[in-house]
Every structure is written in structure tokens, then in C-alpha cells.
């Protein structure tokens, strides 16, 4: 019976995972003792076996810790790295190792393969150099720079060079033309989801909701991405879903397309208007004019300009006497 085989899917699972984190960027603890380590909080330990085929192997046999780690090695080392592996520690295919042989192997994996940068790690130093001035010296970008590396960038390398960039102050000219987003420009994905754009006073850029509700870098998994029109209606004067009296129409200010909510409740209003720009992607109706002044007759409200109206012809007209001068 062999119970060494203690690495299951689900560890290896997991030790990919963290090669995938940036939670090992923190420390220069060597792979091995990362990966040893939270493979012994993983893995209880295999019963003993062999009870009865001699004492020998209980003291020579490879530890599960050992032999997971080992496990994890194989699963990333090439054809080449792996036979030389067993080359080194005199094993036949397929044989089990000893205590020594697993841990000449061990020796001889960690050095033939040292860890390359993830793509989490390569992202974060590409978005540290395009928001701060680093001089790749020959090199024209970052990419190239990293093309450069014969055999790949490894995490360690990867992990100094984010210390050090980070360490670099921000230049927002540079992050800012860099940055997918512009700050305050609103986008929208395939599902109509809208965001608004932010750039950090640090150089990084994020996303909001409209109701201003952080959700960071939207774009990375967000099905087309792309700039969201406000200008979409045709200036004038909608019906909302409930009844609503809608006047859009493109601010002088800001060029951009607003949306104002007719207050009908008389009594209780502090404001004749409210903008809510969100209405402009409401289930809006045109209004026609006789629909308008037979709201505004009902409400007693000027709908072109949201006065309450006083006298009785005014009201019965659903328009104040300047504004039925000027057209709807
Ligand atoms: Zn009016």
C-alpha cells in the first residue's frame, strides 16, 4: 500500500495558486520553505506503512513532507530538469526514492528551475513603470526590457524591482496618459453596467460606479470595455416609467447631457427640479406637447419651466403666459 501520494489534486491546486499570488512577494523566504511550509499545514501526516518489511525503511524513507514538495518540483520542472534530477540521485524510473535520494533531487530541482516572475508580478512592475519615470537605459519599454531576459524574469528579480519602483515617486503626466481610464469620463461594459473613471492621487487607476461605489479595475474582466455616451436622447421632454416629467438637454457648463426631474408635489417641494442623470437611461418616452400641458394642467405646474402656476387660465393651459410665448 502506498501512502506517500499525500499531494492531492487539491494541494496542487493551491500551491498553484500561490505561485499565481503576490502574497510571497513580501519576504525573500526561499520557494522551498514557502512551499514546505503550507504543505505541513496541509497535509497530515501518512500513517506509517511497512510495518513488518523491516525497520530499515522507516529511518531511510522520505518524509510526505519531503515527498510532497518533491511532488510540487516535478510538476513544474521540464522532461530534462526531471531525468536529470533522477540522474543525479542514481534512481531507475519509477522506483521510490530513499530519505537521500528525495533529497538530492530537491537540491538539484531548486536550482536547475529557479521561479519565474508571475504574470500578477509582470503586470504590477509594467503599471509601476508607466506611472513612474524608470530609465530602461538601452531599452524602449518595459516590455522589451523584459524581452531581454534570456531566460525569463524571475520572481526574485521581479519582486526587487518592485521594491525599488515603488520606492519612486509618481509621475502623473505619465500616469495619467497611461492609465485605460481618464478620471471622471464615464464607460460602460456589455451588460450596460456603467462606471466612472478615477486616476489615484498616486497614479492608479480605478473605477466607481455611478453611485460611487469602489470596484478597482473593472476593465481587466469586463466584456468590452468602452467609453459610455451620456449625449444619448434628443434634447426635450420625456416621460419617465412612473409618470415622471424628464427634461433633458445638454448643459452649457459641462457639454454634457443632464437629466431633470419635474417636482409635481407642490406643497412639499424645496426645489421646482432635481437632476438625476441616471434617468436619461430610464424606459423614457417623448412627451408630446399635449400630453405636457395636460400634465401641467393636472399639477398645476408651468412644465417648461416648473413654476406653479396661479391664475386659472394659466392652470387650465398646463403653461404660465411667458413661457406659452416661447414655444415648447
Ligand atoms: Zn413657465
Known sequence: M??????????????????????????????????????????????????????GSRSTGPSAKQLAFLDSLLLKATDEQAEAARNVASLKGGERPTRQQASDMIDHLTKAMPRLASDKQIDFCRSLAESR?????????????????????????????????????????KAVAAAPVEHGKTYADDSGTVYVGKISKTGNPYCVTEDGEYVGQVWKSATNFRTHETA????GWYEGPNGEIVKVYVSNYSGTQIAKILNTDVANRS????????????????????????LGSIFGICVRCGAVLEDDNSIAAGIGPICATKGF
Do not use: C
Open 2 to 55: 502506498d501512502t506517500t501520494t499525500a499531494l492531492t489534486a487539491e494541494h496542487r491546486q493551491e500551491i498553484n495558486d500561490w505561485f499565481d499570488s503576490t502574497e510571497h512577494l513580501a519576504d525573500d523566504m526561499p520557494v522551498a520553505e514557502h512551499v514546505a511550509t503550507r504543505l505541513s499545514d496541509n497535509i497530515d501526516a501518512p500513517e506509517r506503512t511497512g510495518q513488518g518489511t523491516g525497520g
Open 133 to 173: 519615470n524608470i530609465d530602461f537605459g538601452e531599452y524602449d519599454s518595459f516590455d522589451e526590457f523584459v524581452a531581454a531576459f534570456d531566460n525569463g524574469l524571475t520572481a526574485k528579480i521581479a519582486s526587487a524591482l518592485i521594491e525599488t519602483w515603488k520606492a519612486q515617486p509618481v509621475d502623473m503626466d
Open 232 to 235: 444619448i436622447l434628443d434634447d
Open 271 to 294: 426645489e421646482q427640479w432635481t437632476r438625476n442623470d441616471k434617468a436619461l437611461r430610464w424606459d423614457l418616452v417623448p412627451m408630446s406637447m399635449e400630453r405636457a400641458l395636460e
